[in-house]
């Protein structure tokens, strides 16, 4: 009697071989990890001027940083052959418990938060991207990712304004609350049981050269345009995050402006799932094209703009189409990959954070040597509208369900 009253998953629990995460489980830990990055967003520019006095450096700081997260996101792969992918995840998210450390410290630390943050979320990236790689099949990406977004939304939301409104409060409570969410994010990992994935397991002979892989993806156009896809949209969110709150101090506009912004654009992560209905309704190409041309108006736009409240509409306007560009932007390059390169073009594609790190402020450097930050606004945009032109060779039909194929068709 006692014995049928306990639940079939507890009599026979399913072993961890034949464990298979889905969806929800990975927008779980997207979503958990959303609260560190969200809560930081609009605190690292703000605490970066702060500590430096002016937008140029922070920008060649900000060059830097990229650089390195570059250099460590592209000897990921051959060093996860060496350390298996669950302790390379616990690894990363534990930097980011390094980070609100340092940043707590406040003056100089920082630039060493923003550092071990940065290598925290390439690596969380790179081995988050391999499990969805792993586990979800090709046809169901979009509903994933949409998903992730979909869990990070609050978090997304909620953090930016927050996190600059505890920093007004008290300078170190926004990077200790960090600090927590990373202990909760690696708790949260270790309960779903993801493992080491499907193809990363101990080297049993030499690892390979760690950019070997690079020229299989260089010999894939495919690839190469998702990447350049997700490279310019994160300079859009460069331009809007980094940039915006800088503008409006220099501008004479409210300190606090930025992160409000910042939030009140993150809460279109709500309506992600009906973003991607009409991605599913009309094609992956018209979605990623006018994505690329409504951002790039309000980045020029902006640009051009003599009033700055008029300039901030803009930028806020754009906005709103990049978080198009997240549900649909990465699409192309995921379709795209071979099921025997996941590992590694899941570093690949996780570079486009760090290359966009590197190009944005190294770029805005320049930039700011002769010319306002509206210039970074102009140049941004027009590699957003670059990318308009080259989504114009995708697949009419990509991303488009093979029964609505056959309706179009008839």
């Known amino acids: 009697m006692f014995e049928r009253s306990i639940p079939e998953w507890l009599r026979h629990p399913p072993s961890a071989a034949a464990y298979k995460p889905g969806a929800r489980a990975f927008a779980t830990l997207s979503g958990v990890e959303a609260m560190i990055r969200g809560s930081l967003l609009s605190v690292f520019p703000l605490a970066m001027y702060a500590a430096l006095g002016d937008a140029a450096t922070v920008s060649t700081v900000y060059f830097a940083v990229g ?63 391999a499990y969805v790689l792993d586990y979800v099949a090709k046809n169901d990406l979009g509903k994933t990712e949409t998903l992730r977004m979909f869990y990070s939304a609050l978090a997304w939301s909620a953090g930016p304004v927050s996190g600059v409104a505890l920093m007004k409060l008290w300078p170190p409570a926004p990077f200790l609350l960090a600090a927590v969410f990373a202990l909760v994010q690696i708790a949260v990992f270790w309960w779903l049981r993801l493992g080491n994935g499907k193809l990363i397991q101990r080297a049993r002979g030499a690892a390979p050269n760690p950019v070997a892989f690079l020229s299989r993806f ?13 490279v310019l949209r994160s300079c859009g969110w460069w331009g809007y995050i980094v940039y915006l709150p800088l503008y409006a101090i220099e501008s004479g506009l409210n300190p606090e402006l930025g992160g409000i912004l910042v939030s009140v654009t993150n809460a279109f992560l709500f309506i992600t799932p009906l973003m991607l209905r009409w991605v599913q309704r009309h094609s992956v ?34 906005s709103a189409f990049l978080v198009l560009l997240d549900v649909s932007g990465g699409l192309p390059f995921l379709m795209a990959v071979k099921p025997s390169e996941r590992t590694e073009m899941a570093a690949v594609y996780s570079s486009f954070r760090d290359v966009s790190g590197v190009m944005t402020p190294g770029l805005g450097a320049v930039i700011l040597l002769f010319a306002p930050i509206q210039g970074i606004f102009a140049a941004v945009g027009l590699g957003l509208g670059a990318m308009y032109l080259v989504a114009g060779r995708l697949h009419p039909a990509l991303g488009v369900a093979p029964s609505a194929r056959v309706r179009r068709a008839v």
Do not use: E, H, K
Request: hydrophobic share 60%; net charge positive.
């Open 67 to 129: 650089l390195t997260s570059l250099c460590v996101g592209l000897l990921l792969p051959w060093v996860n052959r060496l350390i298996p992918r669950r302790w390379l995840y616990t690894v990363g998210a534990s930097l980011y418990v390094v980070g609100g450390i340092c940043g707590a410290l406040g003056g100089m630390m920082v630039i060493a938060a923003l550092v071990c943050c940065t290598l925290a979320t390439v690596t969380c990236f790179i081995c988050l991207n």
């Open 218 to 230: 260089f010999a894939q156009p495919r690839l190469i345009a998702g990447w350049l896809f997700a």
């Open 285 to 318: 190409r018209t979605a990623v094209r006018t994505g690329f041309f409504c951002a790039a108006v309000g980045f020029l736009l902006a640009a051009l703009s003599p009033v700055p409240a008029l300039a901030v509409a803009c930028l806020f306007a754009a």
